[in-house]
């Protein structure tokens, strides 16, 4: 089973952009049964939850992205996706998507997303 992010880039402050996660090999019902999770590590801190939805369809967002980020899945296509609105510099990081599934956690290998004028 893989997870495959895309999106990634250079934007600026105040720009968006919307981060895709591939859940390529994942049976349908693993996936729908999965909790996907978008995480990010900045350069010199710890890996740290940005976003997640359950199986259930409940979402959660870390405190400093609320409002500003949207996670989605579109289960037709096993993808999950980040929309990140009015970014700020403090937003880069590599974003890595996660898939939770009865003890099971698989990571994608990550995208890059650097906000700066």
């Known amino acids: 089973a893989q997870l495959m992010e895309s999106g990634g880039g250079l934007v600026q402050p105040g720009g968006s952009l919307r981060l895709s996660c591939a859940a390529s090999?994942?049976?349908?019902?693993?996936?729908?049964?999965?909790?996907m999770s978008w995480y990010r590590q900045a350069p010199g801190k710890e890996r740290e939850l940005v976003a997640l939805?359950?199986?259930?369809?409940?979402?959660n967002y870390s405190d400093s992205v609320k409002g500003r980020f949207t996670i989605s899945r579109d289960n037709r296509k096993n993808t999950v996706h980040l929309q990140m609105n009015y970014l700020k510099p403090e937003d880069t990081a590599v974003y890595y998507c996660?898939?939770?599934?009865?003890?099971?956690?698989?990571w994608g290998k990550g995208t890059l997303v650097t906000v700066s004028s």
């Open positions: 996660n898939a939770y599934w009865r003890g099971t956690t698989t």
């Open positions: 090999e994942f049976t349908l019902s693993r996936y729908m049964m999965s909790t």
């Open positions: 939805s359950t199986d259930g369809g409940r979402t």
